[in-house]
């Protein structure tokens, strides 16, 4: 498996908190992603992040935000956390080389908002 | 919006018996991926296909881009226990750059 952890693993917090996530990486990879994964939703994209400090939004970005200060960290920041946010977040990895690199998942976080 | 789309949702099949999904996108797409997730894991990177009409084999797995670039399809020959998983279908999100956009899966289900 790629290097990739994420943490916290698991967390409950309450509505209208604050919660960050963070994905670590030792693969020097350019490209990282954050994900969503929600029953009969599939996988669907947060923000994804082409470099240090360089970030855009996927489709569901609204009450997100990220930032990616160095090559291996990328922090998912939810502002205030909504009962709607309970999700298993997954972060991502590609190499970005050329072509369409394939993407290497990190184990996840669940997250349950109160 | 661009939109990929998986059926079946769910299957559940005997041991032994094929299985097959497929991956319907609304637009062309340059290049197509498949990925498994396990219950209980992450999603893991099982192959890509590039060209028109292209066919790719993993043992039991044979994988199949269509002529037009918007369709593919995974099947699965005398499924095990261990082909268990939700298996996702993902395409090139707009016209460049890395991003994915996934299909919403389909989980297999097997029973011995």
């Known amino acids: 498996d790629a290097g990739i952890t994420q943490s916290p693993r698991h967390k409950v917090t309450e509505t209208g908190t604050p919660v960050t996530l963070r994905c670590h990486q030792t693969e020097n990879h350019r490209y990282m992603y954050w994900y969503r994964q929600d029953p009969g939703h599939g996988l669907r994209l947060i923000h994804y992040?082409?470099?240090?400090?360089?970030?855009d939004k996927g489709e569901v970005s609204d009450g997100y935000s990220v930032s990616r200060s160095k090559t291996e960290d990328f922090l998912l920041t939810l502002e205030s956390a909504t009962s709607s946010q309970t999700s298993v977040y997954f972060c991502a990895i590609s190499e970005g080389a050329g072509g369409q690199p394939e993407q290497y998942f990190g184990p996840g976080t669940r997250l349950t908002v109160t | 919006g661009q939109q990929v789309m998986q059926i079946p949702q769910y299957q559940h099949v005997q041991e032994g018996e094929d299985f097959t999904t497929y991956c319907n996108s609304s637009t062309t797409l340059s290049n197509i991926q498949w990925y498994k997730q396990r219950p209980g894991g992450h999603p893991v990177f099982l192959i890509q296909l590039v060209k028109s009409g292209e066919v790719k084999k993993q043992k039991r797995l044979t994988f199949q881009f269509g002529e037009a670039k918007k369709n593919s399809s995974l099947h699965i020959t005398a499924t095990q226990t261990t082909d268990v998983g939700t298996y996702f279908c993902a395409g090139p999100r707009g016209q460049a750059g890395t991003a994915l956009i996934f299909g919403k899966g389909t989980t297999l289900s097997v029973s011995s």
């Open positions: 992040s082409y470099g240090v400090k360089d970030t």
